[in-house]
């Protein structure tokens, strides 16, 4: 017979199971799959050399060093004992502002990956149906995968995905290794006399569209989940999670630069927003990397959707209570936030506009802004007076520079979708 204390579900009882959940039971390559299906998608990779192409030669290295620089903040901010904003231990909220961008972030990359995986799927489909006649929209199949999402939604929780970002992790790999292979090839193949690096257009729309590159650079690195896988590992969660990101890192910066500059070399100003969508032969090559794109963006789809999740979790208190009626309200809210983001894609399916945005006003803030003024107010300063000014002075210039950059990618961005919606109408099959 159990005791009164187990049967009606004494305090004790329910803080031994907050505890049970607090710990984390995810190890360090957990971390990892989460941290290279989060970051590595091909919605990351795809905008890279046109990025690269819209700044030009010039200041390529200046993007190299951009993005060596972020991977080391990447790698490092686990270090900071007051870093984070995720749901789970270890990472205290920053506050609304914080909040505020992950829900923009997390939005905007889902409308992003939303609108790549319906260009993957239709170049797949056109590969094997070339008549005119019949022929499915990309608005058709991003609501396929829009109903394939709903279905993984219902799974409770980042670390039920495990093995689903495992899948997702070697997909990536997969992405990577194909998609830059038959870059090289199809460079080879064009005649190189013909391909230009100079900046194309106006001189305002020079200085756009590099405002317009810096968001995409900071959507491709963008760490906002970071916090919220850190939830799901188990202690010691600073060693596992340094290891899974320090892991996830290398093979994210490494399969970054080189898609990024041999897609400009390939290619030049004229690479397409989208990297595939450059490409042409072998045709089983290229339909093996949209292939392994739409499985790699399921899984980062998922966490990004997480925290609206939790949002509405927390206000039905359904997280724990497997009843009907929380299944029921979990179908509900999922199935109106993936109706909402189904309906924005299909009907403004500019990819790199909305790669821009997100990282303009989501990411920007939450990579460099925030964190700098998390570093500002810890008190984990160094004792060394001088030593405490310099580091403060470094994080206040940080602030402010990525500030100003973020304000003038998000600029660029809005300029873009503003053109783009003169051109095309609502609903265009891109």
Known sequence: MSSPARAGGAPEDQA????????GRGTWRHAAFHVATTIATPAAYAPLPFAVASLGWPLVQVSAAWLLGHWLHGAQAWLWPRYGGGTGRNTPTTGSWQRASLQVASVGNNIAIQ????????AVYKHYHTADDGAMTLQQFILVFGAL?????????????????????ASTVGFAGTTIGVTIYDGYRI????????????TATKIFRAFNA???????????????????????????MYKGVSSAYTIIVVSYWTLAFSGYWAFGSQVQPY???????????????????VIQIAGCFQI????????????????????CRSCLCRLTYTSAYMAMITLVSAAMPFFGDFVSVCGAVGFTPLDFVLPALALLKTRTMPDNPGLQCAVKM???AVAILFSIIGALACIGAIRSIALDVKTYKFFHDM
């Open 394 to 396: 470094i994080s206040a």
């Open 16 to 23: 031994e199971a907050d505890v049970e959940e607090e710990t």
């Open 304 to 323: 990004y959707c997480r925290p609206t999740f939790a949002h509405f979790e927390e206000r039905v208190q359904a997280k724990k209570n497997r009843s």
């Open 149 to 169: 999402e709903l279905l993984l939604s219902q799974l409770p929780d980042i670390h039920s995905l495990r093995w689903v970002n495992a899948i997702c992790t």
């Open 275 to 293: 990297i595939l969508s450059s490409l042409t032969a072998p045709r089983w090559a290229t339909v093996m990397a949209n292939l392994f794109a």
């Open 191 to 202: 005649e190189r006399t013909g391909i230009s690096y100079s900046l194309q257009g106006s």
């Open 115 to 122: 609108i790549a995986a319906g260009s993957s799927l239709k």
């Open 214 to 240: 810096l968001g995409t650079i900071a959507f491709s690195f963008g760490d906002a989940m970071l916090p919220e896988i850190q939830s799901t590992v188990r202690e010691p969660v600073r060693a596992n």
